[in-house]
């Protein structure tokens, strides 16, 4: 059974400091659009914009209210703390994750305040957040639909100097990848052939999600020194002009490495606890 999930909607960055997060993210060739700022939490974000996801960078606005477990994330480090998955509609697909057996929570309402230069706007969300052992090593995954979604993009904040486009994938770290493989396909309705140490998941947008071994984590050069698994540790951006990704990098004197021809890797000392990979993309 499929619970309706279309693709990543938007991976989560935990970082501990909104202005030098953001600066970090120009610093890689983004297009950061204003704050925003969850008005039932203490918690801002900066999201990166694309055409149909994105990428949440989320602080501490204000400590003393409810932060949805960002203190607790962020007293350890930086980087990957959760990942929202795109559904049409929440009700409909907390109805087929309670008849698959995957744990949920009821659909919750959540508001952004959007703090633009002409006012603040107030877009909205349905999320169904899934219970522990429902995404095994995706710490604080959901599914999320879209209420206001018109009030997210404007033509401006899609353009960023680096090429970005998209979010094409996102690689986790856990010890057993095979032991997930039950949960991940009442999840996700399958799970793809993978290596050894390894699944994968490839989503209705053209998109992935793989689950890796210690082993194979330190083999393709994903593992995040210090920490121990299960944890987030990369993600994979499509770009138009990897040639023009360099040259962005460079100019703003960020290393990167060239694991494969078509791929370049920013490390997370770079990136705020993330491996930030750009890989050219095949449509383009």
């Known amino acids: 059974m499929s619970l309706g999930i279309r693709g990543i909607d938007h991976p989560v960055i935990a970082i501990r400091d909104m202005a030098q997060g953001r600066r970090t993210y120009e610093r890689l060739g983004f297009t950061v659009p204003p704050r925003g700022s969850h008005l039932e939490w203490g918690t801002g974000n900066w999201c990166i914009m694309f055409a149909s996801d994105y990428l949440e960078l989320r602080g501490v606005v204000d400590a003393g ?10 007293a350890v480090r930086e980087g990957l703390m959760g990942v929202a998955f795109d559904v049409a509609d929440a009700a409909a697909s907390f109805e087929k994750a309670v008849a698959a057996g995957v744990a ?66 996102l690689t986790a770290v856990v010890q ?4 997930a493989r039950g949960a991940f396909e009442r999840l996700f309705g399958h799970v793809g052939g993978g290596v050894q140490g390894a699944i994968a998941v490839r989503l209705e947008r053209d998109q992935g999600v793989e689950l890796v071994s210690p082993p194979e984590a330190v083999r393709r050069g994903l ?17 138009r002009d990897l040639a023009r990704t360099a ?14 021809p078509r791929r370049l890797r920013v490390g997370p000392e770079q990136s705020c606890g993330i491996i930030c990979d750009f890989v050219a993309d095949a449509h383009g």
């Not at 057993?176 to 032991?179: D, I, Q, S």
């Open 104 to 169: 949920a929570m009821a659909p919750r309402e959540l508001t952004r305040r959007f703090e633009l230069a002409e006012g603040d706007t107030f877009p909205r969300f349905r999320l169904v957040f899934l219970g522990e052992g429902a995404a095994p090593g995706l710490a604080g995954a959901l599914m999320i639909q879209h209420m206001t979604p018109q009030l997210l993009r404007r033509p401006e904040w899609l353009e960023h100097p680096n090429g970005a486009v998209a979010v094409q994938s």
């Open 223 to 239: 593992a995040l020194p210090g920490v121990s698994p299960p944890y987030m540790a990369a993600l994979a951006l499509r770009v």
């Open 176 to 179: 057993a990848p095979r032991n």
């Open 247 to 260: 040259t962005v990098l460079a100019k703003n004197g960020v290393p990167f490495e060239r694991p494969e």
């Open 65 to 74: 209210r409810y932060l949805h477990h960002l203190d607790e994330f962020l």
